[in-house]
């Protein structure tokens, strides 16, 4: 037996960051029984305000599940207290503030769970996976005695806060402390894989934004060409070609990088891709390029988003120009990702070299 | 040099099978200047009539490209003459027809290309692509010397028509034969790429129905339930999860039977399976079916539409019989095309086993 026999059991956890997600995630705790402190970052201001005093989160536009307790910011040191879990529920954006938060915070007895999406790629080109920014500056022991997991696959917030079927992975480096997380999390709507391999799985669903705005970028296309034109022809042929292109780029980076390029055909690559193209903000970025908008056009029209394909794509765009100074990839490689360097990190007008998609086999 | 190096030279090509996909194919031939013949089937009299009269092709709601000669069954010899190249247009359905057309006919100047997506599986589980069946019963010395091809990947007959970007792959056991028919068929808006692995190919793009069924339960699950919710909840999480079960499935059989499983994250797995949850009869079918309706009323309702995801299903219900009959698979494999079967061969009630997808890895 692991020392987190004691899953069954029921379990004070403070989420911190109480946007879509963050609150999203209060349901399958509370419906496991666990006691639930939502706390509100620096920015959800208006949000813990709105829950307080009409139990109704605004965003989600549903009343947060019986007995969560939400908290400003201001008082999160009580929210944490005698916590054994913490689970992080900012966005990208928001890793180096809770790094910040966490790191003077972090005890023995916590176990830390992140929801957040993302990769840092530096500009020597090294990809880390969130869990390794959020942890790098906690005190020594603690980054040995703390168990981390991250999440990962296609859950729209909104969806799981009605209880709709979802199914995700769960990685982290311990086997036992993904089967511990996933004791603790599942319902008999959300339902979860556990993984090793945090880095495969934390590649697939930071890179599926950028693949989303791709599929984005068809629609726009056609937008541009005027709709479907008399006959009904949509543009379902290009934003297939796009969405394969997608993971066929995922599976050549898991495998330019020591990744499992087996992840780009299950839930975080061909799952979490598909779920984000049904809509969100990465397809309205796509498809305001594919009509013809400059990034910065594109951007303005977007102002106040948050844009993680945006971030994704600049982060990218470092590891292959690494890549390329050092000689380490052929300048057919990446087509499409490079399409969307030059036109998001360059400001190039938008090109796609079809021909040389799905490894220039053309 | 091949014996293909007249492929810059203007050809004579017959197509057989005046439906969307063989009509749509004379698109990017006549844009090439080939001399087309567009041969209607049996059931092709009314499209013959009406594109003889008026032009236009009743079912793509286009005039057919100018110099596309359409000729009724009646006429296919005429229609055959001094041609070099063949297409099948036919559906799945229609290639016991296609091989007694064919195999008599057959000379060795012929090329033969097929559009139909399919598998033939016997009830001692054997798995066969439809070039194997076209040409199966041909003279000896014509299955040697006649070259054939498949094409596969996401490609919306209508869009191929109204010359939309179009991304597919042809697959040929020889190499030369590929090249030779990329450079006959390829234009600037329909891009091809050659592949060696025929089974890979149609393994893919024939299961991809049966999974597109999938992704439809999802939304019949949601209409069942009465649609979005209060909070505008949809069933994308479930729909994804679908997706990603479906793309996996595709890799194990592949892996099962000796193919590529890589196939399942490029355009004949994850492209095929987008393009054909973007609508059309699978996911039609899989709705009814999601709404509660048995495999019976489902059908009733969609009398006299050709089903293509109801015959791969039931193909790969012999296949898993037979497998399961030589203990070969673990009972916990193919556990969603498991529930299709239940469903659609044995007429059960709809039981998805999620807890079971992705591997049995939960």
Known sequence: MSS??????????????????????????????????????????????????????????????????????????????GVEVIVSGVNSFGIPWIAEILTPRVRSIHKILSLTKGLDITSEGRVRHLLQVITENFPEDRKREVPVA????????????????????????????????KKTCETNYYHIWTTTDIFSLEVSV??????????????????QQGGMDQSNASMHNLASAMFAEGTWEIAQFLKRTGGNPEFAYTLPGAGDLYVTTMGGRSVR??????????????????????????????????WIAFQD???????????????????V?????LELDIREWFGGAY
């Open 4 to 81: 987190y026999e004691v899953y069954y059991l029921i379990m004070k956890i403070a989420i911190i960051g109480a946007g879509y997600m963050g609150a999203a995630f209060s349901w399958p705790l509370r419906d496991n029984g666990h006691e639930v402190n939502l706390v509100g970052t620096h920015l959800d201001g208006e949000i813990i305000h709105a829950c307080e005093t009409t139990r109704i989160h605004p965003k989600l536009k549903r009343p947060l599940p019986e007995g969560t307790r939400v908290f400003p910011l201001s008082r999160i040191d009580e929210a944490l207290e």
């Open 150 to 181: 991250a999440i990962g696959g296609p859950c729209i917030a909104g969806e799981l806060a009605g209880r709709r079927q979802t199914c995700v992975v769960f990685g982290a480096e311990d086997p036992t402390v993904g089967t511990f997380f």
């Open 206 to 223: 930071a890179l599926k934004n950028a693949y989303a705005l791709g599929v984005g970028i068809a629609y726009g296309m056609l937008d």
């Open 285 to 318: 970025m796509g498809r305001l390029l594919g009509e013809g908008y400059s990034f910065q056009e594109a951007l303005e029209q977007m102002k106040g988003e948050t844009l993680e394909a945006v971030e994704i794509i600049r982060g990218v765009a470092r």
């Open 325 to 343: 100074q050092q000689g380490q990839l052929y300048r057919d490689e990446f087509p499409l990702m490079r399409s969307l360097v030059r036109t």
């Open 345 to 349: 990190v360059e400001g190039k007008p």
